[in-house]
C-alpha cells in the first residue's frame, strides 16, 4: 500500500479556521478507497493533544534549538503524528494570532519545525515508517523539500505541495535564515527569497516534485499577474508540473437526509420547514422572496463589502440575508448595520452546527468572493439544494455551472455566476435569482440539477492517487 505523509497546519475536526482543514481531514478517507494511506502530521496544539487518546511516543529529539516529541495516535479515521513542541504550540486562542490580534511573532519557526520534522520523517527517522510520498498543504508546509535537501532526502521521498491559498506567503525575516537553519546560498531569486525576505511558500513553489491547487480554474489564474499575487512568475516556470485538483466536501457531514442538526430532507420540499426554522431563529418575517444565506470569514477576499453595496436591490425585490461569519472588524459592523433592516439577519461568530441550519434553510447561498481556490460552501448548497450564486472565479468557476438561458433549457443548469466582481455585476444577478426565483417550476428544476451535482472526492481522490504513483521513487 503507497505510504503518504500528509502536512498540515490544520485537521478536521479537531482544529480549524478554513478550508484547508475540511480536505486535509477528508483527504486520508478518501485516498483509503484509491489503496493510499495517508498520515497526517499537525502541531500539539492544545485542541489536538486533549483529543488524543493512549498516544504512542515515536519519535524524541530537538529541531532547529526546540525540543519536540511526535505522537501517533488514532482520532476516528485519521492517523496522526503530532508535532507536540509545548514551547511553540501550547498557546491558548487562535493558531495564527496572538490576543493582539496579529500573528505570533514565532509564527516562522513554528511552522518551521512543523516541516523540519516531517522532512526528518520522510528520510526515516520514526523507525517503523517509511513514506514515499511527503504531501504539504501550504506555506506552513513549505519549507519542507528545503528541509529534505539538506537531510539528503531528496530522491528517497517524493514531495507534492498543494496551494489551498495563494494570498498567504509564510514571510519571515532575512535574519532569520541561521535561527531556521536555511542556507543563505538559496536566499536569492532563484530560490526562496521574496523581495529581500524568506518565503516558506516560495520554498516549496520551487522545490517541490509536483505542485497541485484546488481547482483547475486556479490553477489557470495563478499564472497570471491578477492572482499570483507576486509569485505569478514562479507558477509559469513551474507550469509543467503545476495541476488543479477540485475539492470535494464530506459527503457524510453534509448530508441532508441524516444530518442531525436539521430537520433531515431527501426532495427539496423539505427545504420548506427548514427555511421557516430559520427564519423564526433570526426574526425575519416570511417573504415573497428568496433567502439568501452566507457562511464564510469576513475578508476583503470574499467579497463581503460587494453584497453590503448590492444588498438594497435584493430587498427590494422581497429578498432577505441571513449571514455567518467573522473577521475585520469594519465589515462586521457593515453587515450589524445592514441587520438593522427586518429582512436581514447576521451573526457574527463560528459556529458549525449554525451553519448547518443556515445552508439548509437558505434559498440561495452567496458565494460573491475576489478570488476563490475552490471554495466548499457553494458544494454544500448544491447539495442541500440551496442555489449557489457565485463570482465567476477560481473553484466557484468549475463547480457551478450557470443558469443561462442555454443552460437553463438544457437542463444542466447549477446556479448563477456573476462577472465582472464588481457591486454592479452582483445587483444584476440579484435580480436573475428573483426572476428564477418567481418561477416555480424553472426554480424546482434548478434545484433538482443541483443537489444531483456530483461534489464528492471520487474523481478527485484518483488524480492524488496518480500524482503520487508518479512522484514515490520506484523502489
Ligand atoms: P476559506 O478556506 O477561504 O475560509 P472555504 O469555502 O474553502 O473558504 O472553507 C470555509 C470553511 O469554513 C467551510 O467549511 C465553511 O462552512 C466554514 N466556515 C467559515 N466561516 C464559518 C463560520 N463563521 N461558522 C461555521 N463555519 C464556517
Known amino acids: 500500500m503507497m505510504q503518504v505523509l500528509s502536512v498540515a497546519s490544520e485537521c478536521a475536526p479537531l482544529i480549524k479556521t478554513g478550508g484547508l482543514a475540511d480536505v486535509v481531514g477528508a483527504l486520508p478517507a478518501a485516498m483509503a478507497a484509491e489503496g493510499v494511506q495517508v498520515r497526517t502530521v499537525l502541531p500539539g496544539y492544545p485542541a489536538v493533544m486533549q483529543a488524543l487518546t493512549d498516544p504512542t511516543i515515536v519519535l524524541t529529539g530537538q529541531s532547529l534549538g526546540v525540543p519536540f516529541r511526535v505522537l501517533a495516535a488514532q482520532v476516528g479515521d485519521l492517523d496522526l503524528l503530532v508535532l507536540d513542541a509545548p514551547q511553540l504550540f501550547d498557546r491558548a486562542g487562535s493558531i495564527y494570532l496572538g490576543p ?20 526528518r520523517i520522510g528520510v526515516g527517522a520514526i523507525s517503523d515508517w517509511q513514506p514515499q510520498v511527503i504531501h504539504a498543504h501550504d506555506w506552513q508546509a513549505g519549507l519542507v523539500p528545503e528541509y529534505l535537501h539538506g537531510l539528503g532526502g531528496s530522491g528517497k521521498v ?3 505541495l498543494t496551494i489551498h491559498n495563494i494570498a498567504f506567503h509564510g514571510l519571515a525575516d532575512a535574519s532569520l535564515l541561521n535561527m531556521l537553519q536555511l542556507s543563505p546560498a538559496r536566499m536569492n531569486r532563484d530560490g526562496f527569497e521574496f523581495w529581500g525576505r524568506i518565503s516558506a511558500l516560495k520554498a516549496g513553489l520551487i522545490g517541490a516534485d509536483r505542485l497541485t491547487t484546488v481547482s483547475p480554474t486556479y490553477a489557470e489564474e495563478l499564472m497570471t499577474d491578477a492572482f499570483g499575487m ?53 426574526g425575519l418575517p416570511t417573504s415573497d422572496g428568496p433567502l439568501c444565506v452566507m457562511v464564510s470569514r469576513l475578508t476583503e477576499q470574499k467579497g463581503v463589502d460587494l453584497l453590503l453595496d448590492a444588498l438594497p436591490t435584493l430587498l427590494a425585490r422581497s429578498g432577505q440575508l441571513i449571514v455567518l461569519g467573522s473577521g475585520a472588524t469594519e465589515l462586521e459592523e457593515g453587515l450589524r448595520n445592514a441587520a438593522r433592516d427586518d429582512h436581514v439577519g447576521v451573526r457574527i461568530g463560528y459556529d458549525e452546527a449554525l451553519s448547518h441550519r443556515i445552508i439548509a434553510g437558505g434559498d440561495c447561498i452567496l458565494v460573491p468572493s475576489r478570488f476563490e481556490p475552490c471554495g466548499l460552501t457553494q458544494m454544500y448548497g448544491l447539495r442541500y439544494g440551496t442555489i449557489p450564486l457565485v463570482a465567476l472565479t477560481g473553484g466557484l468557476a468549475d463547480t457551478v455551472i450557470n443558469a443561462s438561458p ?41 434545484q433538482k440539477n443541483a443537489m444531483s451535482h456530483p461534489v464528492g472526492w471520487g474523481p478527485s481522490a484518483q488524480a492524488y492517487a496518480a500524482l503520487y504513483r508518479d512522484v514515490a521513487p520506484s523502489s
Open 230 to 282: 507576486g509569485l505569478d512568475g514562479v507558477m509559469r516556470q513551474r507550469r509543467d508540473v503545476l495541476s488543479g485538483i477540485l475539492n470535494g466536501i464530506d459527503e457524510a457531514a453534509w448530508n441532508p437526509a441524516t444530518d442531525p442538526t436539521i430537520k433531515p430532507y431527501k426532495t427539496t420540499k423539505g427545504k420548506t420547514a427548514n427555511k421557516a426554522a430559520l427564519q423564526a431563529e433570526f
Open 158 to 160: 517524493g514531495t507534492i
Open 406 to 446: 442555454a443552460g437553463v433549457l438544457a437542463g444542466v443548469a447549477t446556479g448563477i455566476q456573476f462577472n465582472p466582481i464588481t457591486a454592479d455585476a452582483l445587483r444584476s444577478a440579484f435580480t436573475r435569482l428573483c426572476d428564477l426565483y418567481a418561477d416555480g417550476p424553472l426554480w424546482a428544476r434548478l
Open 100 to 119: 493582539n490580534g496579529k500573528d505570533w511573532p514565532d509564527n516562522p519557526l513554528r511552522f518551521a519545525l512543523l516541516s523540519q520534522v516531517a522532512a
